[in-house]
Structure formats: structure tokens, C-alpha cells
């Protein structure tokens, strides 16, 4: 382009010079951009392959191999209104603990930060879905719960529920 700029003053004498604009800046454009390659390629060097330190190994902490899973509780709504699918959810992040089960009155606010995340028409179908599912935590079984628990919704259809998921290498609801 700038091949053209450097030909301007040509242009201004009529047709003879308009054709000598036009070749002289095509020349002279094609050949800086012919001189910049090849400036390009010899100032250019070529990466070699430079020996790499090899991946640190993980390395598990628990060398029995029977390591203790985590504590951890997820409730969320489970329906093709949520997502596309049947299996699609919604819901708050699970809590995770390392050193003891998940009280039942965390559950319930879990519960309660899932509801919050739902659309007023999702909400609608599963009021008595929810409010089974925060009973059953509160009455809890006398031994704790491992496991997952579903609760359809009152218009079960494209798999509208609200669960609750409690894992960990004791049972979680523990008072």
C-alpha cells in the first residue's frame, strides 16, 4: 500500500499517469512485501525441542488405598423444566466437610439456597416436593442417611423432582 503513496505525484499527470501510478505502486508494494519475507524468515529462528523435565507423579496421601471419602450433602431439582433433559438440575453447590457428617439444619438451609435458585413456575411444581424433602431431613433417620433421596413433584412428568445427596464414609443428618 504505501507503494502507492511513494507514485501519488504521478497520478497528477492525467492518463499516462495514472497507468505509471498504478504499475510503479504494484511493483514497488509486491516487492516490500517480497524484501519483508524475506527478512522475516532469516531473522527467524526455529524453536528446537528443548528436553522437558518429566510430570511429577501424583502421589496419593493414603497408602491403604481404603481412603475416607469426604462428607458431602447436594440438594438440588431434577426435571426437563431445569434444563432440557429429565436428569438436567438445579442447585446450590454441595457442601463438602473433611472432619465430620453434615448437620441436618445445614441440609435444610441447603435446601433453602437451592429453592432460591429456581424459576417462580419450577418452584410452583415442587412446593410439596420441598417441603417433604425438609421434614424427612428434620425427622431424619435415628442413624444418619447415606444416599441419595428423591421427592417427585406434584406434576411428575419430564422427571420433575427435588433430591437430596448425602455421601461419606459415615452417614450424614447426624444430630
Not at 481404603?66 to 447436594?74: A, E, M
Not at 424459576?119 to 441419595?148: D, F, H, M
Request: some cysteine; glycine content about 12%.
Amino acid at each position: 500500500m504505501s507503494g502507492y503513496a511513494i507514485m501519488a505525484p504521478a497520478a497528477a499527470g492525467g492518463p499516462p499517469g495514472w497507468v505509471l501510478w498504478a504499475v510503479g505502486g504494484t511493483i514497488i508494494t509486491v516487492g516490500t512485501v517480497m524484501l519483508g519475507n524475506e527478512v522475516y524468515q532469516a531473522t527467524r529462528s526455529d524453536a528446537e525441542a528443548v528436553p522437558r523435565a518429566p510430570a511429577v507423579p501424583r502421589t496419593d496421601t493414603c497408602v491403604s488405598g481404603n481412603c475416607p471419602r469426604s462428607y458431602s450433602v447436594r440438594v438440588h431439582a431434577q426435571g426437563r423444566d431445569c434444563g432440557g433433559t429429565t436428569g438436567s438440575t438445579i442447585g446450590a453447590p454441595p457442601l463438602v466437610n473433611n472432619g465430620a457428617p453434615i448437620a441436618a439444619a445445614t441440609a435444610i438451609g441447603l435446601s433453602q439456597a437451592t429453592w432460591a435458585m429456581l424459576s417462580r413456575r419450577q418452584r410452583n411444581v415442587r412446593i410439596q416436593a420441598k417441603t417433604r424433602l425438609e421434614r424427612w431431613v428434620a425427622a431424619r433417620p435415628p442413624s444418619g442417611y447415606l444416599g441419595e433421596k428423591t421427592f417427585p413433584a406434584s406434576d411428575p412428568s419430564g422427571g420433575k423432582r427435588y433430591a437430596i445427596d448425602s455421601y461419606g464414609p459415615s452417614p450424614n443428618f447426624i444430630s
